[in-house]
Nanobody, 125 residues
Framework: QVQLVESGGGLVQTGDSLRLSCVGSGRTLNDYTIGWFRQAPGKEREFLTAMRWNRSSAYYRDSVKGRFTISRDIAKNTVYLQMNTVKPEDTAVYYC??????????????????WGPGTQVTVSS
């Protein structure tokens, strides 16, 4: 069983940077696929980025490519989402998720097994 908890959300202004954290507990995230998703009010949860824990490569949604970066700290069992040049349309609840399967950019939210409770990011214009 894996527990995930996100943190780092808050109210920021357009153009600011923000780093979200997702701490895993219960077991090591080694060999897991870790993903970041977001859900804005009235919209479906959408995939942002994912990476295999033991690989350096990652997948990104086109709309955030170049602005968002996923990374991990193995020693801390933590994955990060660095968000740069944020926009009002980035306002959403952000979730991290994990799966023991080898997922790719083709996989959606239903393919992830473990989820954090989410952290709210609000970008003011």
């Amino acid at each position: 069983q894996v527990q995930l908890v996100e943190s780092g959300g808050g109210l920021v202004q357009t153009g600011d940077s923000l780093r979200l954290s997702c701490v895993g507990s219960g077991r090591t995230l080694n060999d897991y696929t870790i993903g970041w998703f977001r859900q804005a009010p009235g919209k479906e949860r959408e995939f942002l980025t994912a990476m295999r824990w033991n690989r350096s490569s990652a997948y990104y949604r086109d709309s955030v490519k170049g602005r968002f970066t996923i990374s991990r700290d193995i020693a801390k069992n933590t994955v990060y989402l660095q968000m740069n040049t944020v926009k009002p349309e980035d306002t959403a609840v952000y979730y991290c998720a994990a799966s023991p399967a080898k997922l790719t950019i083709q996989n959606g939210a239903n393919d992830y097994v473990y989820w954090g409770p989410g952290t709210q990011v609000t970008v003011s214009s």
